[in-house]
């Protein structure tokens, strides 16, 4: 299995950015994906998940309403879009694989992270 | 406020068995399986435990899981210098409709 996150950067707050994991190594339809991030310091916190077919989404209530994940299963490709960042936001975003096709059941491998800055 | 509730900190002597609690509810544990995630500061989080006792192949067999009712455990038997890492346990919380996870509990070997 291998994740590889990109699209991080420095944004300015109320900016939009657009992260998107590639994902080899395994069946990529048959599992559902997450996005978890952990900003400096601080611990772990899942953000969204989809299920592998992409047909139903979840979403932390801290990003609701802002962040909405996707996925193209042709491509095996996730993304997040995020809008309306706020310097709370600021953290190491993890594309992370899921262990069966709904998210219930947990996370099973994860990808090296891309840093995410809302700054002005 | 973390949903699941670990310890901020324990440490042990190598050799040691150090024992991290995670209490979680009736909405979380007490119906999903637990996962624990081991995570050495500057690199990404790895699934140590899965199903609340299983473990992933290439997980050495002094890390060891258990759970009753809302609350989880994971226990390292004979602690060593490259267990000292941050560890987070996790569920699906069906209220929330989310994957929760606890605050991390650093372990420091002495």
């Known amino acids: 299995v291998q994740l590889l996150e990109s699209g991080g950067g420095l944004v300015q707050p109320g900016g939009s950015l657009r992260l998107s994991c590639s994902a080899s190594?395994?069946?990529?339809?048959?599992?559902?994906m997450n996005w978890v991030r952990q900003a400096p310091g601080k611990g772990l916190e899942w953000v969204s998940a989809?299920?592998?077919?992409?047909?139903?989404?979840h979403h932390a209530a801290s990003v609701k309403g802002r962040f909405t994940i996707s996925r193209d299963n042709s491509r095996r490709k996730l993304y997040l879009q995020m809008n309306s960042l706020r310097a709370e936001d600021t953290a190491v975003y993890y594309c992370?694989?899921?262990?069966?096709?709904?998210?219930?059941?947990?996370?099973?491998?994860w990808g090296q992270g891309t840093l995410v800055t809302v700054s002005s | 406020q973390s949903v699941l509730t670990q310890p901020p900190s324990a440490s042990g002597t190598p050799g040691q068995t150090v024992t991290i609690s995670c209490s979680g509810s009736?909405?979380?544990?007490?119906?999903?399986?637990a996962n624990w995630y081991q995570q050495v500061p500057g690199t990404a989080p790895k699934l140590l435990i899965y199903?609340?006792?299983q473990r992933p192949s290439g997980v050495p067999g002094r890390f060891s899981g258990s759970r009753s009712g809302a609350s989880a455990s994971l226990v390292i038997s004979g602690l060593q210098s490259e267990d000292e890492a941050d560890y987070y346990c996790?569920?699906?919380?069906?209220?929330?409709?989310?994957?929760?996870f606890g605050a991390g509990t650093k372990v420091v070997v002495l």
């Open positions: 992370a694989k899921d262990s069966f096709s709904v998210p219930q059941f947990g996370v099973d491998h």
């Open positions: 989809i299920t592998g077919s992409g047909t139903t989404t």
């Open positions: 009736s909405s979380n544990i007490a119906v999903n399986t």
């Open positions: 190594g395994f069946i990529f339809d048959n599992y559902a």
């Open positions: 199903g609340s006792n």
């Open positions: 996790a569920s699906w919380d069906d209220g929330l409709d989310a994957y929760v």
